[in-house]
């Protein structure tokens, strides 16, 4: 038989057994939550999804990532829904990012010969495409000629916009007429589109898109063949549409009356070291649409998504967050 004395101490060391495996159990614990955080950060989001959607009998391809409120992005010329890479992820982590390839871009097959490419024909597939995504009014961003298109399906069709985002939208429309430095920026712009469109009419897709990439981000001759591989890529699988682009009927007009009547929160932006006709035409847009705000992106130009794309997110998600959706 036991004494009292053994059975106290059997107790005890089946008490320390008990805390000791506790013990072990919660350091266990700490240590998969410590590394679980390594491998998963608290901001991380799902991994972009790619998908493909008919609109108008023609497919497009499009990628989306996050969730929270849909933001749509419109790529320019000569590009693709690749443009918005260095951007996505910082969207994501706070909203529903999502960017499509339009109309002719992109490398698959066209529909047709290119005989319906026009910004009224982009601006057509991308109010369906917003309706087809079935998430409400969204949050609009457009880049160069992408911004022309999104500034055409938003003031026609403002019931699929929550908010407009334009940085340096190519809305010629938009240059003043009635001063000397408007009429000096139409020249100069007609100045730097010469040879692009020249090599375009000849043919030579490939050049005139080195051409105008050079062209619209202020850049040394012979600078295209010194961009990173992924981006030369991105450019020269969509130069095909160049000749396509420049035949295309004149784009709808849209004047200041008309933005006037746009009675959506609007962002513009342009960088701080942009061309003159890029100043004046987000300048022309800030001031005809209701309290619109204007952003100047320092140290870029027409180039700002990539150049700084930190600096880009942010003012976009600042505009954003004063404008959450209903």
């Not at 055409?152 to 334009?166: D, G, H």
């Not at 009635?178 to 007609?190: F, L, N, Q, V, Y």
């Not at 746009?262 to 800030?286: C, D, H, Y």
């Not at 976009?316 to 967050?321: A, G, H, I, T, Y």
Request: glycine letters at 8%; a neutral charge.
């Amino acid at each position: 038989m036991r004494t009292p004395d053994e059975k106290e101490s059997r107790r005890t060391a089946g008490e320390r057994s008990q805390q000791n495996w506790e013990e072990v159990m919660v350091r266990l614990s700490v240590l998969a939550s410590l590394l679980l955080s390594l491998v998963i950060p608290s901001s991380a989001t799902s991994a972009p999804l790619a998908k493909e959607v008919e609109i108008n009998g023609v497919r497009l391809p499009y990628v989306e990532q996050g969730s929270g409120e849909p933001v749509v992005f419109v790529h320019g010329v000569p590009s693709d829904l690749r443009s918005w890479e260095s951007v996505r992820e910082g969207i994501a982590k706070k909203y529903h990012f999502i960017a499509y390839t339009q109309r002719y871009f992109g490398t698959g097959p066209w529909p047709d010969d290119g005989k319906n490419l026009s910004v009224a024909t982009l601006a057509g597939d991308l109010a369906k495409f917003i309706g087809t995504l079935n998430a409400g009014p969204v949050h609009l961003v457009g880049w160069s000629y992408g911004g022309q298109v999104a500034t055409t399906a938003a003031v026609k069709n403002p019931s699929l916009v929550r908010s407009l985002i334009l940085y340096e939208a190519s809305v010629a429309s938009m240059l003043p007429t009635d001063s000397t430095e408007g009429k000096a920026a139409r020249e100069d712009r007609a100045k730097m589109l010469a040879p692009v469109i020249a090599a375009a009419k000849a043919g030579d897709a490939v050049q005139a898109a080195k051409l105008l990439q050079e062209a619209a981000f202020q850049l040394p001759p012979g600078e295209f063949d010194r961009f990173p591989q992924d981006r030369q890529t991105r450019v020269l699988d969509n130069a095909r549409t160049l000749p396509l682009v420049f035949a295309a009927p004149p784009p709808p007009v849209i004047t200041c009356d008309m933005l006037k009547s746009f009675a959506r929160p609007t962002l513009v932006m342009r960088g701080e070291k942009t061309q003159a006709f890029n100043t004046l035409i987000a300048e022309s847009i800030g001031k005809c649409v209701p309290g619109a705000q204007l952003v100047v992106l320092p140290n870029v130009n027409h180039d700002g998504p990539v150049r700084d794309p930190a600096a880009f997110n942010a003012a976009v998600l600042d505009f954003l967050s004063k404008h959450p959706g209903l």
